[in-house]
């Protein structure tokens, strides 16, 4: 956290009003919001805790020519399966699509529950929102964790990346499909993901030929996908239930309620503790914090059902319609918009 506020403060000094240029914005057919979003400063972290423009990469969209025919060609070059369980938790077991051989020689059991993970734009499975997650399933119970990397694929420029989401979501529910098929069991199956990741397991789930139960899309990345269509990004019917966490909502991410259920943590936008947020960064990384935190919380993130962040704070809810973000869900019948308030550092929770 502390090299976080480091380079935060170096990039605060250097920070630009770019702007779109009409060549850019014609090629990629950006809408007036997409542009106004790239015209913002975004800024995420990469795997090392650097801050990454994703305004200035609009930029170097042209660098990469790939057709998204030969993007799809390659995908088994390019998206890898990475199994951790109690019996290796530090080395992971690599599988494939249809390779029973590499299946049968991991560590996967089909007796336990399965976990599937997977990472946001210029990060890969050493992200910190897969390995704060993969840690806490392990932690908490005996499961197969899954990590899904196409950083191959997520270290190219962002609106690149962002148009070949639907092809990875469509590519990893043939693991599904291959997984269900030698037994294992979709209505004891979660998937999680964190921006653009949280995009590629809700379709993943969605173009899956059984019902996935639980999807949690954290913080679902909205550059390139404001007034996407269901079945483009990830979106109520993917799964049994699907859950969003809202941190960095109309900036980073998703504003618009899309799940079944859908929480706005501190109002969804701006997260307490992120002072100085260059770019909604450290607010787009607590909602894979938050969901991480939960998993193993003994207090819990309990939201109450309402309207409006405003009316949650003045104390205008329902206080019976409340439930619990993230964590072990038991009730999957609950749905509509929730607001909660954490803590400004870790530990989050309130209770």
């Known amino acids: 956290m502390q090299s976080y506020f480091l380079i935060v403060f170096a990039f605060f000094h250097i920070a630009t009003g770019l702007s779109v240029p009409e060549e850019i914005e014609n090629q990629f057919q950006l809408g007036p919001e997409d542009i106004r979003l790239l015209n913002s400063n975004l800024y995420v972290l990469d795997d090392d805790h650097n801050l990454v423009s994703l305004t200035t990469d609009l930029l170097n969209a042209e660098e990469n020519t790939e057709s998204e025919r030969d993007t799809m060609m390659d995908l088994h070059n390019r998206v890898y399966f990475y199994l951790y369980t109690a019996n290796n938790r530090i080395y992971p077991d690599a599988i494939s699509i249809n390779d029973l051989e590499s299946l049968k020689k991991s560590n996967f059991n ?3 529950p399965t976990r599937i993970i997977t990472h946001g734009w210029m990060n890969s499975h050493n992200s910190d929102s897969c390995i704060l997650i993969r840690d806490a399933y392990l932690n908490q119970g005996d499961y197969n964790v899954i990590v899904i990397d196409w950083s191959k694929i997520s270290i190219n420029p962002y609106l690149w990346t962002s148009r070949r989401v639907k092809m990875i979501g469509q590519y990893v529910s043939t693991m599904l499909n291959f997984l269900e098929k030698e037994g294992m069991d979709l209505s004891t199956t979660t998937m999680v ?5 949280a995009h590629v397991v809700g379709l993943a789930a969605r173009y899956a030929k059984g019902t996935v139960n639980y999807v949690i899309g954290l913080d679902p990345a909205l550059p390139g996908f404001n007034g996407a269509k269901i079945g483009s990004r990830i979106s109520q019917g993917d799964a049994n239930y699907v859950e969003i966490i809202h941190t960095n909502g109309g900036i980073l ?51 109450k059902k309402c309207s409006s962040y405003w009316r949650y704070k003045l104390g ?33 929770a309130r209770g």
Request: aromatic content about 14%.
């Open 253 to 303: 991410g998703y504003s618009n309620s899309i799940g079944d259920v859908d929480f706005y943590p501190n109002g969804g936008i701006r997260q307490a503790g992120c002072i100085i947020d260059v770019g909604g960064a450290c607010s787009h990384l607590r909602a894979y914090q938050f969901f991480a935190e939960s998993i193993n919380s003994k207090v819990g993130f309990h939201a």
């Open 193 to 197: 993901g964190h921006s653009l990741g």
């Open 316 to 348: 205008l809810c329902n206080r019976k319609l409340s439930l619990i973000m993230g964590g072990r869900k038991k009730n999957f019948t609950v749905k509509g918009v929730f607001y909660l308030d954490t803590n400004a550092f870790s530990p989050f």
């Open 110 to 112: 089909f007796n336990r």
